[in-house]
């Protein structure tokens, strides 16, 4: 009988007992026997003696899963989690993506700014291209058509670069250009507006001698005033005149500031008041050459109704594409809700896509030449009666 101590890790030190019977000198042999475990070094060098420290050496001690002998690489590419930010180039542990991560959102908002910049562009193309292709405009009227037609087209292509510059080139100068622009085209389309309702009230006014020589290059220096003073207000964003330090003095367009865009908000309504006024007065020009040649021309009072008709429907377009943004610039600020701005400045631009068909498409030179340009003839049942002073 021989006594072995063994250890156990659940009962520590234990005593077994060896039994051996040898019969005929090791021809058969009977042995009860519990074979001690093998102890490993480090077991030999640390005996625990309570049941928790026990535990937690058996803890420690445990042989480890396969699959936790993987490298860590191959366990992180068997992850769906590990795996989602590895085509990226980093190993982010984290379901929640990552903003860089994150796909870009874009607004139906935004969509229909840049489908509506597009349709203006391509309208007032054809406007500039039927002028400058036509020789035989060129009286003041047409070169005020015309300079609206660019300044039109300029927006359109404004709306356009502002959403590509949002969604892909995203930075400080870039806001800067697009918003100047913006504020450029725009602030030039209103002020040729008035410009043109000036020459309508001349034309009437001075109906003997507007048609001179002179006449037209007094327009084309208003013209020229007209865009070097939008010019100079596209070009006070990047002068330093923006909100992109503070975003606290925001406007409802940044990075137009709250001051700046209540300047021009203001000035925008006084531009309205004063066609307001002209048209007034157009209107009672009109009425009284109506009057005065009423019965040479049958057709004049017609006309001057239909003219009348005509011009309050322009205002009354141009004052809803416009008054509401005005005055919603004057009482908002960065912090109202962004929607409220979209549903403001979508009708604004709007106002771009119907100049063309108030000022260009519906002036009968002009339409002579989109049928000659187009179908190379004039349809037989086509007016071309020559303007009166009573047509508005």
Same mark, same amino acid.
């Given at each position: !009988?021989?006594?072995?101590?063994?250890?156990?890790?659940?009962?520590?030190?234990?005593?077994?007992?060896?039994?051996?019977?040898?019969?005929?000198?090791?021809?058969?042999?009977?042995?009860?026997?519990?074979?001690?475990?093998?102890?490993?070094?480090?077991?030999?060098?640390?005996?625990?003696?309570?049941?928790?420290?026990?535990?937690?050496?058996?803890?420690?001690?445990?042989?480890?899963?396969?699959?936790? !002998?993987?490298?860590?690489?191959?366990?992180?590419?068997?992850?769906?989690?590990?795996?989602?930010?590895?085509?990226?180039?980093?190993?982010?542990?984290?379901?929640?993506?990552?903003?860089?991560?994150?796909?870009?959102?874009?607004?139906?908002?935004?969509?229909?700014?840049?489908?509506?910049?597009?349709? /203006?562009?391509?309208?007032?193309?054809?406007?500039?291209?039927?002028?400058?292709?036509?020789?035989?405009?060129?009286?003041?009227?047409?070169?005020?058509?015309?300079?609206?037609?660019?300044?039109?087209?300029?927006?359109?292509?404004?709306?356009?670069?502002?959403?590509?510059?949002?969604?892909?080139?995203?930075?400080?100068?870039?806001?800067? /250009?697009?918003?100047?622009?913006?504020?450029?085209?725009?602030?030039?389309?209103?002020?040729?507006?008035?410009?043109?309702?000036?020459?309508?009230?001349?034309?009437?006014?001075?109906?003997?001698?507007?048609?001179?020589?002179?006449?037209?290059?007094?327009?084309?220096?208003?013209?020229?005033?007209?865009?070097?003073?939008?010019?100079?207000?596209?070009?006070?964003?990047?002068?330093?005149?923006? +909100?992109?330090?503070?975003?606290?003095?925001?406007?409802?367009?940044?990075?137009?500031?709250?001051?700046?865009?209540?300047?021009?908000?203001?000035?925008?309504?006084?531009?309205?008041?004063? !066609?307001? $006024?002209?048209?007034?007065?157009? +209107?009672?020009?009109?009425?009284?050459?109506? $009057? $005065?040649?009423?019965?040479?021309?049958?057709?004049?009072?017609?006309?001057?109704?239909?003219?009348?008709?005509?011009?309050?429907?322009?205002?009354?377009?141009?004052?809803?594409?416009?008054?509401?943004?005005? !005055?919603?610039?004057?009482?908002?600020?960065?912090?109202?809700?962004?929607?409220?701005?979209?549903?403001?400045?979508?009708?604004?631009?709007?106002?771009?896509?119907?100049?063309?068909?108030?000022?260009?498409?519906?002036?009968?030179?002009? $339409?002579?030449?989109?049928?000659?340009?187009?179908?190379?003839? /004039?349809?037989?049942?086509?007016?071309?009666?020559?303007?009166?002073?009573?047509?508005?």
């Amino acid at each position: !009988m021989t006594v072995v101590e063994t250890f156990d890790v659940r009962g520590g030190i234990r005593r077994h007992v060896r039994w051996g019977v040898h019969i005929n000198g090791g021809a058969a042999r009977a042995r009860r026997q519990h074979r001690p475990r093998c102890r490993p070094k480090s077991e030999a060098r640390f005996l625990p003696t309570a049941r928790s420290d026990l535990e937690h050496f058996v803890a420690s001690t445990r042989r480890r899963p396969a699959t936790a !002998m993987i490298h860590p690489f191959a366990a992180a590419m068997s992850s769906p989690i590990h795996n989602a930010s590895l085509g990226s180039g980093t190993w982010n542990s984290s379901p929640v993506r990552t903003p860089e991560q994150r796909p870009v959102a874009v607004s139906p908002w935004d969509i229909a700014l840049c489908v509506t910049g597009t349709l /203006i562009s391509c309208e007032n193309a054809i406007v500039i291209a039927v002028l400058f292709y036509t020789p035989s405009l060129r009286a003041p009227m047409f070169i005020l058509i015309g300079s609206l037609a660019l300044a039109d087209t300029l927006a359109g292509l404004g709306l356009i670069l502002n959403f590509i510059f949002t969604y892909m080139l995203n930075t400080e100068l870039v806001s800067l /250009i697009s918003g100047g622009l913006l504020i450029s085209a725009f602030s030039a389309s209103v002020l040729n507006i008035l410009a043109i309702t000036v020459d309508r009230y001349l034309s009437l006014y001075n109906a003997l001698t507007y048609h001179t020589e002179r006449a037209v290059t007094f327009t084309y220096v208003v013209v020229a005033l007209i865009w070097l003073a939008c010019l100079a207000l596209g070009s006070l964003p990047l002068l330093g005149w923006n +909100c992109l330090r503070d975003e606290a003095s925001c406007s409802v367009c940044r990075p137009v500031t709250k001051h700046n865009a209540v300047a021009l908000a203001v000035t925008f309504l006084l531009v309205f008041a004063l !066609m307001m $006024q002209l048209y007034f007065l157009i +209107c009672k020009i009109a009425l009284r050459h109506a $009057q $005065q040649i009423a019965v040479q021309h049958h057709f004049v009072t017609i006309s001057t109704t239909k003219g009348v008709s005509t011009l309050s429907a322009i205002l009354c377009t141009f004052a809803v594409c416009w008054i509401p943004f005005a !005055m919603y610039s004057i009482v908002a600020d960065s912090s109202y809700p962004v929607i409220y701005t979209y549903a403001t400045v979508l009708p604004a631009t709007c106002n771009s896509v119907i100049n063309p068909i108030i000022y260009a498409f519906r002036n009968p030179d002009i $339409q002579k030449s989109l049928w000659l340009a187009c179908c190379g003839c /004039i349809p037989a049942n086509f007016s071309l009666r020559p303007r009166t002073s009573s047509d508005v």
